[in-house]
């Protein structure tokens, strides 16, 4: 069942947002040749404990870390680790959730390591870009999958491929909830958005082919072709007036990252 949350619920959910913003926010700064993504998790971890907020991923499902930091041709959910130093040239994904009050939050966004070839930056800019036109469809009356059909169409349009075997997701008071939302369909499909409707909307896109494997150590999931991959992400509501992206601050207008 599609939970629809109430001004007040998602109040709270905008409040964990805000912690997920800061984070992600501070992090992009971090980010450059010499950090490790152990680094990055110790930030993180400090950070969400100085805002009161319970990091999501650590420990759900027996995940390891705070963050999710992927690089390069690593999809999702690449682990943390003091090994993993950035280069000149890479590009990271960092996910990052947390709850506050028993309320969750969800974004990712994919950051430039120093200077990075053209073609990798037309793949950060395509990706956010297709967030931004599936934001855009999370209107009372639209349809789930116009929010999967924006992807998706942007994406290729642009000569990318869409990820298939993961997908955004409601969230509210579980990190996951109904519906799935896939990054690729028709659209005029599924549900009706009502108000109150909370979605995590990632694409995930490759710079080569859709197809993607999960490493030995059952979390990492990376390119089968070993092409580049960049991820965004926000939680957006439903609501009477457009789109509510609650992973932000209300002030903060244009482009989704």
Same mark, same amino acid.
């Given at each position: 069942?599609?939970?629809?949350?109430?001004?007040?619920?998602?109040?709270?959910?905008?409040?964990?947002?805000?912690?997920?913003? @800061?984070?992600?926010?501070t992090l992009?700064?971090m980010?450059?040749?010499?950090v490790?993504t152990m +680094?990055?998790?110790?930030?993180?971890?400090?950070?969400?404990?100085?805002?009161?907020?319970?990091?999501?991923?650590?420990?759900?499902l027996?995940?390891p870390?705070?963050?999710?930091?992927?690089?390069?041709?690593e999809v999702?959910?690449?682990?943390?680790?003091?090994?993993?130093?950035?280069?000149?040239?890479?590009?990271?994904?960092? +996910?990052?959730?947390?709850?506050?009050?028993?309320?969750?939050? @969800?974004?990712?966004?994919t950051?430039?390591?120093?200077?990075?070839?053209?073609?990798v930056?037309?793949?950060?800019?395509?990706?956010?870009?297709?967030?931004?036109?599936?934001?855009?469809?999370?209107?009372?009356?639209?349809?789930?999958?116009?929010?999967?059909?924006?992807?998706?169409?942007?994406?290729?349009?642009?000569?990318?491929?869409?990820?298939? +075997?993961?997908?955004?997701?409601?969230?509210?008071?579980?990190?996951?909830?109904?519906?799935?939302?896939?990054?690729?369909?028709?659209?005029?499909?599924?549900?009706?958005?009502e108000?109150?409707?909370?979605?995590?909307?990632?694409?995930?896109?490759?710079?080569?082919?859709?197809?993607?494997?999960?490493l030995? +150590?059952?979390?990492?999931a990376?390119?089968?072709?070993?092409?580049?991959?960049?991820?965004?992400?926000?939680?957006?509501?439903v609501?009477?007036?457009?789109?509510?992206v609650?992973?932000?601050?209300?002030?903060?207008?244009?482009?989704?990252?």
């Open positions: 069942m599609i939970m629809c949350r109430s001004e007040a619920e998602l109040e709270k959910m905008h409040r964990a947002g805000l912690i997920v913003f @800061d984070v992600l926010t992009r700064e980010v450059r040749p010499g490790t +680094d990055l998790e110790k930030f993180a971890e400090r950070r969400s404990a100085e805002m009161g907020g319970r990091p999501a991923f650590k420990g759900y027996g995940y870390c705070v963050l999710c930091t992927s690089i390069n041709n999702v959910h690449g682990i943390p680790s003091p090994d993993r130093r950035l280069k000149e040239g890479d590009i990271l994904s960092i +996910d990052y959730g947390v709850e506050l009050d028993g309320y969750y939050a @969800d974004a990712a966004v950051v430039p390591v120093g200077q990075i070839r053209p073609e930056e037309a793949l950060l800019r395509v990706t956010r870009e297709s967030l931004d036109r599936a934001i855009d469809k999370v209107r009372p009356g639209n349809r789930l999958s116009d929010v999967s059909a924006a992807v998706q169409d942007w994406v290729e349009r642009h000569h990318f491929s869409v990820v298939r +075997d993961f997908v955004g997701h409601g969230i509210g008071t579980k990190m996951h909830e109904e519906p799935q939302l896939p990054n690729y369909g028709e659209p005029g499909r599924g549900p009706k958005l108000k109150g409707m909370v979605l995590a909307i990632e694409p995930m896109v490759n710079a080569g082919g859709p197809a993607v494997h999960v030995p +150590d059952k979390w990492t990376v390119t089968m072709d070993g092409s580049m991959s960049a991820h965004f992400e926000h939680t957006v509501a609501t009477s007036n457009g789109p509510w609650l992973t932000r601050p209300r002030e903060v207008s244009g482009p989704s990252w």
